[in-house]
């Protein structure tokens, strides 16, 4: 049995190893700047992909299997525009909500707020959902596996199951520390990890198990992920 002073030298010896490992991040991001004047976070790379992310914007995305019924272009939630498509398959109905980075100053933050205080939903059954998006084989590019936020949400006329989360180009997470991270490791090679937030709103029954709503919203959430990759982010 290990002890407990030596499960303490291995926790000291991480969290050093994180530490050193964070140094040497930002002394590789900072001493170019320094030298040159040109600070990274002062000119932040251009996107790459800006323009698929505006006709993302405008346009919407059309998904395997579903039928766009409806499509909204500028949703105010919150200070931000939103995408919200009402799409529709042989049994249900849901809605996607989705908004691009509009420029290489602009960041995940609050989204996910805005959309609670947007609907009044009170929540509950809060849980972390991970997937994996099975795409053709690209060279030097690993799958994309996401983690996304799963709950249900209700107010006075109607419940839902909810799955929200940042897209980039190789995953997604709903923690914006998350994206922070993939973009200065992008930064290091003078990219950025441009993002697209998304949210999943499926009507349920009254109070309604989300466990029933699950495996829909998984294989929905798979499909907006590969048509990211595909499509918005295909160029990063």
């Known amino acids: 049995m290990i002890s407990a002073r030596k499960l303490l030298r291995r926790y000291q010896l991480s969290k050093i190893m994180i530490l050193v490992f964070l140094l040497i991040l930002v002394g590789v991001v900072a001493i170019p700047g320094y030298a040159t004047g040109r600070w990274p976070w002062t ?29 909204q ?23 996607l909500l989705l908004l691009p ?9 609050v ?3 805005d ?3 947007f609907h009044r939903w009170q929540t509950d059954s809060h849980r972390t959902l991970r997937f994996t998006v099975k795409l053709a084989p690209i060279p030097d590019k690993p799958p994309s596996t996401v983690e996304a936020r799963f709950f249900r949400s209700w107010n006075p006329q109607q419940t839902f199951a909810v799955m929200q989360w940042y897209a980039w180009p ?11 991270w993939e973009d200065s490791i992008a930064r290091l090679s003078n990219r950025r990890a441009s993002w697209v937030a998304v949210s999943i709103i499926l009507p349920i029954q009254p109070q309604g198990d989300i466990k029933i709503a699950q495996p829909l919203l998984e ?4 499909s907006v992920q590969a048509k990211l990759i595909t499509e918005t982010f295909r160029f990063e």
């Not at 932040?44 to 019924?69: D, E, F």
């Not at 980075?101 to 933050?109: A, E, L, T």
């Not at 190789?170 to 922070?180: K, L």
């Open 101 to 109: 980075q509009n420029g290489p100053k602009n960041q995940p933050q």
């Open 43 to 71: 000119n932040p790379p251009t996107v790459a992909n800006l323009k698929q992310l505006k006709s993302l914007r405008q346009n919407g995305m059309t998904l395997p299997g579903w039928q766009v019924m409806r499509v």
């Open 111 to 113: 989204e996910w707020l």
């Open 170 to 180: 190789n995953g997604g997470s709903p923690a914006t520390s998350r994206w922070f």
């Open 73 to 95: 272009n500028n949703v105010q939630i919150g200070g931000h525009r939103w995408l919200a498509e009402e799409i529709k398959n042989d049994r249900t109905v849901a809605i």
């Open 115 to 117: 959309i609670d205080g």
């Open 219 to 222: 294989s929905l959430a798979e």
